[in-house]
């Protein structure tokens, strides 16, 4: 096979996990309430999987660019690259230590403001925000192997989770299978 090409996974992590759905949630933190809660009580939780469900990518814009910003941006990130490269220097080439690590600053946010500005002139103002990206979840499946779910609805039924009904003994269908 081409290096380019894809190839099968020989990963066996890389497959829905098998099992029992113990309950849904809507956020991620209320699925690892009750993992946790199950791990509390000594039940084995490698048998236990958190599978989150119809992602979305979210895109939040956090603020308006302009010359300045981008320039004022590309200071911050220089001075920090060239905090880290005069300690280095500092710390391997010894020399005037104080010095050193001032002008390693200086240069990297005077470079990083280049950078930065002429990137964001090349936009032609297609793209006149900041903004942060991530991959979120509408709900969240806690999904026991099938030899252990009864174990796991016993002691999860005695967890305290207003607004969530586990339903521990309620006849449920394997993970990713319809009821008949």
């Known amino acids: 096979m ?17 099992g029992e759905l113990l309950g849904n949630y809507r956020t991620y933190l209320d699925a690892q309430k009750v ?5 509390d009580q000594e039940f084995p939780v490698q048998n236990v999987s958190i599978i989150g469900n119809d992602l979305k990518s979210v895109e939040r814009v956090t ?8 320039a004022l941006s590309g200071a911050a990130t220089g001075a920090w690259f060239g905090l880290f490269v005069g300690l280095m220097l500092a710390l391997f080439g010894g020399g005037e230590t104080f010095g050193l690590v001032l ?15 002429i ?11 900041s903004s942060t990206n991530q991959i979120i979840a509408t709900s969240y499946d806690v999904v026991v192997a099938s030899e ?15 607004g969530h009904a586990l339903h521990p003994g309620a006849e449920q269908a394997p993970y990713g299978q319809q009821p008949p």
């Not at 081409?2 to 098998?18: A, F, I, Y």
């Not at 993992?35 to 791990?39: E, I, K, P, R, S």
């Not at 603020?63 to 981008?70: A, E, I």
């Not at 252990?148 to 207003?162: G, H, V």
Request: no cysteine; hydrophobic share 40%.
């Open 2 to 18: 081409s290096m380019l090409g894809r190839s099968e996974s020989r990963d066996p992590n890389q497959q829905l996990p098998q």
């Open 35 to 39: 993992v946790d809660y199950l791990a």
């Open 63 to 70: 603020g308006k660019l302009s010359y300045p910003r981008v």
């Open 103 to 117: 002008s390693s600053m200086a240069m990297g946010a005077a470079f990083w403001i280049l950078f930065s500005v």
């Open 119 to 129: 990137s964001y002139a090349f936009t032609r103002g297609k793209r006149d925000f």
């Open 148 to 162: 252990a779910i009864f174990e796991a609805r016993r002691i999860a039924s005695q967890l305290p989770m207003p």
